[in-house]
T-cell receptor
């Protein structure tokens, strides 16, 4: 079955630096990949979608890459701010493309 | 738009009790989902629906039931609560029309359920 792996250890960085989060997957060839942000006590909020034929996608300070050969997506936040502190989840469509399968998320802590 | 609304926010159940978690959306989305999230774990799909009158099992359906009588509402029923059902439950919805299979999920803020 498909498996999604995100670094379970929290990522701590200094304000102003670039945060890079990794999402690896196996046994799957997804047509797209999505990234979500989740704050404590809240539901996930959609950030970005990248398709299999797109190498890179940007939105303001966010950048996502998608390497279908390595089966990996990287999520970058440039000029990070304490307000970026949250858990970030990657998600891939299931084989029927009707639902999303989520990784366990990586918690990002940006220190002022 | 209120988006996806879940009630209650918190609930404590005794083993063997039953309850219904409510979910409603006002975005006219035809796809709706129930996920559970345990500490340190990803979201696990319980049930989903592609439209009124149609439901399907997800990865972890045992111990739960759903119904979808209207586009707006997708309640999740726990018949005999067990400690293993202690979790945070999230309802989500998205557009499911032609050429929008990759539309993002819109989540509610969850119901935190404890079974003791």
């Amino acid at each position: 079955s498909q498996k999604i792996e995100q670094n379970s250890e929290a990522l701590n960085i200094q304000e102003g630096k670039t945060a890079t989060l990794t999402c690896n997957y196996t046994n799957y060839s997804p047509a797209y990949l999505q990234w979500y942000r989740q704050d404590p006590g809240r539901g996930p909020v959609f950030l970005l979608l990248i398709r299999e034929n797109e190498k890179e996608k940007r939105k303001e300070r966010l950048k996502v890459t998608f390497d279908t050969t390595l089966k990996q997506s990287l999520f970058h936040i440039t000029a990070s701010q304490p307000a970026d502190s949250a858990t970030y989840l990657c998600a891939l469509p299931d084989t029927g493309r009707r639902a999303l399968t989520f990784g366990s998320g990586t918690r990002l802590q940006v220190q002022p | 738009n209120a988006g996806v609304t879940q009630t209650p926010k918190f609930r404590i159940l005794k083993i063997g009790q039953s309850m219904t978690l409510q979910c409603t959306q006002d975005m006219n989305h035809n796809y709706m989902y129930w996920y559970r999230q345990d500490p340190g774990m990803g979201l696990k799909l319980i049930y989903y629906s592609v439209g009124a009158g149609i439901t399907d099992k997800g990865e972890v359906p045992n111990g739960y039931n759903v119904s979808r009588s209207t586009t707006e509402d997708f309640p999740l029923r726990l018949e005999l609560a067990a400690p293993s059902q202690t979790s945070v439950y999230f309802c989500a919805s998205r557009k499911g029309q032609m050429n929008s299979y990759n539309s993002p999920l819109h989540f509610g803020n969850g119901t935190r359920l404890t079974v003791t």
